[in-house]
């Protein structure tokens, strides 16, 4: 029988945990061990995780001094499970989470790992949930959207493809990746892009299996490296190591604010910004950084000779912009990529 873990580390989180805890514990799937890090919280979730493994005898409650990072890897090392599923203390699973997964991954094993959709929402008054708003709207509608193995891999650029709450490992994956490294953006975000790059599949349930809840104090707004522009230098990053990229340079689609950072992050990893295509007439002609503007003329030729990069965050932006590149035969996820 297919042995399954949980693990989630935590900070500070006296007012979600003992909800993201209960929603582990109704889970379908009743067999299962539970490793939860305690990452040095100074309010009162040590004495609420105390209690929830006193009661409750698949709980083991671990603490660390170190790293975020630090407590993240530690936690799915002290678990026994071949498949282990990632849980962060301010989301909530729905019951059947576990199940879902597991009956997906052990029916494509091809998959090293798989998330599900996701809905983000706020915690509203008498435990209601509020819609989420702004950048956490369109990248629920977007990361719903993109769940088959293929469209992961191409559009991984765009953001994290694959919300790390949702997530259900294979251990041996896991092992062979070394776990979560500590860069200078974040680490779940870096999982997936090493994961991809070293030819792994991911995939997804396509059903809503955990609420996501964004709320002012959550990581993801306060901490450093979860920052806008880490993302984008990890995007760089990976980018950068792709062979035709590193060879070829690229031609940015784009001569905004994404298209300028994009092509300075890339510049630093040494590749080579052959020019910005633009469609307002205004841009046209110029030259930014001392790399030209051109039309988007130049895609009916195919340029060959380049790798293609739509750096666009206007709605609607990014589907033009793919349409041009596809009809005139670039073919994304080779020579032609979404960034965002």
């Not at 609420?48 to 530690?74: C, H, K, M, P």
């Not at 910005?276 to 060959?304: A, H, T, W, Y």
């Amino acid at each position: 029988m297919t042995r399954i873990s949980i693990a989630m580390p935590t900070r500070n989180a006296e007012k979600t945990v003992a909800a993201a805890i209960r929603s582990i514990q109704e889970q379908s799937w009743r067999e299962f061990d539970f490793v939860i890090v305690d990452h040095a919280s100074t309010d009162g979730t040590p004495g609420i995780l105390a209690e929830a493994a006193r009661e409750d005898s698949r709980i083991t409650v671990l603490r660390s001094e170190g790293t975020f990072v630090e407590a993240a890897n530690l936690a799915w090392k002290e678990t026994r499970g071949d498949l282990i599923a990632r849980m962060d203390s301010d989301d909530v699973a729905h019951p059947e989470r576990l199940s879902r997964q597991v009956d997906f991954l052990n029916s494509h094993p091809e998959l090293a790992a798989c998330g599900s959709l996701v809905r983000i929402g706020k915690r509203g008054v008498a435990g209601s949930i509020e819609a989420a708003e702004g950048g956490y709207q369109r990248y629920e509608t977007w990361v719903n959207s993109v769940t088959t193995p293929e469209q992961i891999l191409r559009e991984r650029f765009v953001d994290s493809p694959l919300p790390n709450p949702t997530a259900l490992v294979r251990r041996e994956v896991l092992e062979a990746l070394g776990g979560y490294h500590d860069p200078d953006w974040a680490e779940d975000y870096d999982f997936w892009l090493r994961l991809l790059e070293k030819g792994f599949q991911l995939g997804k349930v396509e059903e809503i299996l955990l609420d996501w809840f964004d709320a002012p104090d959550r990581s993801t707004r306060t901490v450093p490296r979860y920052e806008l522009t880490r993302f984008q230098e990890a995007k760089a990053h990976y980018l950068s190591r792709i062979p035709e990229v590193q060879q070829l340079g690229v031609t940015l689609c784009g001569a905004g604010p994404i298209g300028k950072e994009m092509a300075r992050y890339l510049r630093s990893r040494a590749v080579e910004v052959n020019a910005f295509c633009e469609v307002n007439e205004r841009q046209i002609g110029n030259r930014i950084d001392g790399i030209p503007v051109l039309g988007p003329d130049v895609m009916s030729g195919k340029l060959r000779s380049t790798i293609l990069l739509s750096a666009v965050g206007q709605p609607g932006a990014r589907a033009r912009i793919r349409k041009l590149a596809l009809d005139a035969g670039f073919v994304e996820g080779a020579d032609f990529f979404c960034v965002a």
